[in-house]
């Protein structure tokens, strides 16, 4: 079992930089895949970025390619997603995600974060 924290979310203004962190608990977190997923008012859940359980595999959707880079931390059970270049359209509750096997680009995770709020202005 794994329970899932996030962090770091806020207010910012368009161009500039969060860094969301997830703690997470549990004695399979270190050979989980990862995820950061996003869900807008009114829109469906998507996938942001991905990591495998050993972190040599990363997954990012387009819009956020270049810009957030997702990173893991086994011994410190954190995942962060380090997020530049912040547009309106990044904004969204950001939610931190674990599976076992490989990382999923679908919302087919068994353990999910409370999200983290993440709002960018104009």
């Known amino acids: 079992q794994v329970q899932l924290v996030e962090s770091g979310g806020g207010l910012v203004q368009a161009g500039g930089s969060l860094r969301l962190s997830c703690a997470a608990s549990?004695?399979?977190?270190?050979?989980?895949?990862m995820g950061w997923f996003r869900q807008a008012p009114g829109k469906e859940r998507e996938f942001v970025a991905g990591i495998s359980w050993t972190g040599g595999s990363t997954n990012y959707a387009t819009s956020v390619k270049g810009r957030f880079t997702i990173s893991r931390d086994n011994f410190k059970n954190t995942v962060a997603l380090q997020m530049n270049s912040l547009k309106p359209e990044d904004t969204a509750v950001y939610y931190c995600?674990?599976?076992?096997?490989?990382?999923?680009?679908?919302?087919?995770?068994?353990?999910w974060g409370q999200g983290t709020q993440v709002t960018v202005s104009s």
């Open positions: 549990g004695r399979t977190f270190s050979s989980s895949a």
């Open positions: 995600a674990a599976r076992r096997g490989v990382v999923s680009i679908t919302p087919v995770y068994d353990y």
